[in-house]
């Protein structure tokens, strides 16, 4: 990773390197508002401290990038705005160099993440939205991953139930808009090779798969109104009319299309549309966040070495 995009190497030159105008204290220590402009293009704008970025400030990358927000001792530490070369965007907390707190990140494909960050990624109670299909998963996240109790919206069906390794796992339920509820199970299978992979290395890929139990009515609260009305003499003609259309309601539950029983509809990987940049994003320490799921770019584990983010 290139050091040239940290203005602490001009620091570091006893400030004879890049071009500075601005307020400087009696040790000749830039602090005060200024404006910098490093050898390789990039500029900052905003306040200096004893020399450091400390405060409000804009840093301008050379390539388009942009970061808008607080500083504590050249760190973007506090609220501020993060704008990647691909046009997607961090917006919330940072600390130390990092996404950490509450924030929301905007894909290039529209989908965006709002919730809790820890250490640039995704940790904590967050919700995903999908651009192109409106789903959206709520819940809990792990080092990035979709892990603990979540609900899978989808715009006629939600799945309610526990994800690890980002997939749903163990008892949950599917309730319909129709007014039921698919009680099950999902159990972990290993996907069938094909023969052209007999001769390769054993690579195993577990899949969950739904097993449904029972259907039965939406567990909905209602008020007890028999205090108020005291029962006759025999089963009235509303209990008898409450009983029929119970057993209505559990026909229609039984005419559910097949496709529930059998499979979940799975969301696509997060965020695999946007454009990541990996080389860029190597040589420059930038941290994009690239969704669950994405093959073939810089995982959160190598980006984890490169939290510079060009240390300005």
Same mark, same amino acid.
């Given at each position: 990773m290139s050091d040239l995009g940290s203005e602490e190497l001009e620091e570091e030159g006893e400030n004879d390197i890049g071009e500075y105008e601005g307020d400087r204290n009696e040790a000749g220590e830039r602090h005060g508002h200024g404006k910098a402009r490093l050898p390789n293009g990039d500029t900052y704008e905003g306040s200096y401290e004893f020399g450091k970025r400390h405060g409000q400030g804009i840093y301008k990358f050379k390539n388009g990038a942009r970061y808008m927000g607080e500083y504590i001792k050249n760190k973007k530490h506090g609220q501020g705005t993060f704008i990647y070369p691909d046009g997607s965007r961090y917006e919330g907390e940072w600390a130390d160099d990092q996404r950490h707190g509450h924030g929301v990140y905007y894909y290039v494909n529209n989908d965006t993440y709002t919730g809790d960050w820890f250490a640039h990624q995704r940790h904590g109670q967050g919700t995903y939205f999908y651009a192109d299909t409106g789903s959206k998963y709520v819940g809990t996240w792990v080092n990035g991953?979709?892990?603990?109790?979540?609900?899978? &919206? +989808?715009? =006629?069906?939600?799945?309610?139930? $526990?994800?690890? =390794?980002?997939?749903? &796992?163990?008892?949950?339920?599917? &309730?319909? @808009?129709?007014?039921?509820?698919? +009680?099950?199970?999902?159990?972990?299978? @290993?996907?069938?090779?094909?023969?052209?992979?007999?001769?390769?290395?054993?690579?195993?890929?577990? &899949?969950? $798969?739904? $097993?449904?139990? $029972?259907?039965?009515?939406?567990?909905?609260?209602?008020?007890?109104?028999?205090?108020?009305?005291?029962?006759?003499?025999?089963?009235?003609?509303?209990?008898v009319v409450g009983i029929e259309g119970r057993g209505e309601s559990e026909e229609e539950a039984q005419d559910m299309p097949e496709g529930y029983e059998g499979e979940m509809e799975m969301l696509r990987p997060?965020?695999? @549309?946007? @454009?990541?940049?990996p080389e860029e994003a190597r040589e420059y320490g930038y941290d994009l966040d690239q969704g669950d799921g994405r093959e073939g770019n810089v995982s959160f584990e190598e980006e984890e070495g490169r939290q510079s983010d060009l240390q300005d």
């Open positions: 991953q979709q892990e603990g109790a979540a609900e899978l &919206v +989808h715009l =006629n069906h939600r799945y309610q139930g $526990k994800f690890m =390794n980002k997939n749903p &796992v163990g008892p949950g339920k599917y &309730v319909f @808009d129709i007014g039921c509820e698919q +009680h099950g199970e999902y159990r972990l299978t @290993d996907t069938e090779r094909g023969e052209e992979e007999e001769e390769e290395e054993t690579l195993i890929t577990i &899949v969950p $798969k739904w $097993k449904a139990t $029972k259907i039965t009515d939406l567990a909905l609260w209602t008020p007890t109104l028999a205090e108020e009305q005291p029962p006759t003499e025999g089963p009235g003609q509303e209990e997060l965020g695999e @549309d946007q @454009d990541i940049y």
